[in-house]
């Protein structure tokens, strides 16, 4: 299986600030079709996940755009360039370009 | 707006078999997606549990394959999973999913999700 590893697992932050998660995966997620299936999803308390990002860096339906992925390879970044209220959750990376699908531990998003 | 909804006991005996179905609604389970489940033990992270296409094909997570069978049901529109022999360890919200095609608006991505469901494996 492929092992997704995020980076920090806990990321306190201050309202408006940026807020950056790392995931690293253990092989390549370039499938052979050439996409690359690496998606984010938030998770908010007492909530099902939700999409924001797939294929690296493209925003779901309603998503605001003060989130963004990025990356390459094994190496992905998800980023909330100005943190609000409502972005507190726990959010996961995941990836589809190898059975099983795998998720990152996750990691928390909370206010200082 | 596809809409997801999990059925199903919430108690389950260790031993026996977990029974879980998800109604598709606002969209055919006929489309160009696979329909997967998911599941989170109390406090923990995902795992993914499997998921079906519409024509019967189905791909499951080797970590429960032996136990587990996924099923559909165009008529009803609707999926279900059952997962036997289970033990504490099975306990967890059990949620639906459905998993964009490369013709979904979100290849590779899980885009509509159910509410969750909590199955609790105790006698």
């Known amino acids: 299986d492929i092992v997704m590893t995020q980076t920090p697992l806990s990321s306190p932050v201050t309202l408006g600030q940026p807020a950056s998660i790392s995931c690293r995966s253990s092989?390549?997620?370039?499938?052979?079709?050439?996409?690359?299936?690496l998606s984010w999803l938030q998770q908010r308390p007492g909530q099902p996940p939700r999409l924001l990002i797939y294929k690296i860096s493209n925003r779901f339906s309603g998503v605001p755009d003060r989130f963004s992925g990025s990356g390459a390879g094994t190496d992905f970044t998800l980023k909330i360039s100005r943190v609000e209220a409502e972005d507190v959750g726990v959010y996961y990376c995941t990836q589809a370009t190898q059975f099983p699908r795998t998720f990152g531990q996750g990691t928390k998003v909370e206010i200082k | 707006q596809v809409q997801l909804q999990e059925s199903g006991p919430g108690l389950v005996k260790p031993s026996g078999t977990l029974s879980l179905t998800c109604a598709v609604s606002g969209g055919s389970i006929s489309s160009s997606n696979w329909w997967s489940w998911v599941r989170q033990p109390p406090g923990k992270g995902l795992e993914w549990i499997g998921e079906?296409?519409?024509?019967?094909?189905?791909n499951y997570n080797p970590s429960l394959k032996s136990r587990v069978t996924i099923s559909v049901d165009k008529s009803k529109n609707q999926f279900s999973l059952k997962l036997s022999s289970v033990t504490a360890a099975d306990t967890a919200v059990y949620y639906c999913?459905?998993?964009?095609?490369?013709?979904?608006?979100?290849?590779?991505?899980?885009?509509?999700w159910g509410q969750g469901t909590l199955v609790t494996v105790s006698s």
């Open positions: 999913a459905r998993d964009g095609g490369s013709l979904s608006p979100a290849p590779g991505g899980l885009d509509y």
């Open positions: 079906i296409y519409h024509s019967g094909s189905t």
């Open positions: 092989q390549s997620l370039v499938h052979s079709d050439g996409n690359t299936y």
